[in-house]
């Protein structure tokens, strides 16, 4: 009776142990802020995304590396860390508020804002969806977000191809950052030092 009762003790102890690693939460990645605060995700090693944009391997490798795997381009963390990137990009006071257009899947920045979102864009962008016209897409648009890390990379690479020549004359490159490539409209400049009557301040 002692081996089963040794082995009884250690499998609760196993399990107890399990369940106190499960309840700690640097187990999840949580949204610490924006309307998506309180959002958590499975947690995992960051740094990965960083490797990729400092330039040693180029950020468009990861996509590709994973563009062929059935699941996913980006992990559930790694997309959640983006679009926090993002957000920090954009809310951190140096823009103003206004239409913001993502070069992906979905566009979650006017929830986790609380901007308004441009009229004229596809709920759901990506291989089923129609490619729109450039001027009714961008029509809205203050700011376009193009991902360096994109959830379906075929669909970025083809809006980057459709709307190149567009954008390059109508919303120069504001700033980058590790995921994200940032444009804002010609004219957003003006409201951005304080003038007015630009189609940014809303």
Known sequence: MVFPLFAIGTSALSLQGYHARAGREELLQVVDRTQLKGLAVPGERRGLLAAFADGRFGHGLLNRSRATQPRFELSPAEYVETIVEAATL????RHCRGGVVVLDQVNPFPFMLGWPPPRGGNLWSGPAAPVQPAGELFAEADYVLIPKFSTYSAWTERAQLEYGGYLAQNFPVREESQSWT?????????????????????
């Open 90 to 93: 954009l809310g951190d006071g």
């Open 182 to 202: 940032l444009l804002g409209r010609a004219a957003a400049s003006a409201a951005e030092h304080g003038h007015p009557k630009s189609s940014v301040t809303r």
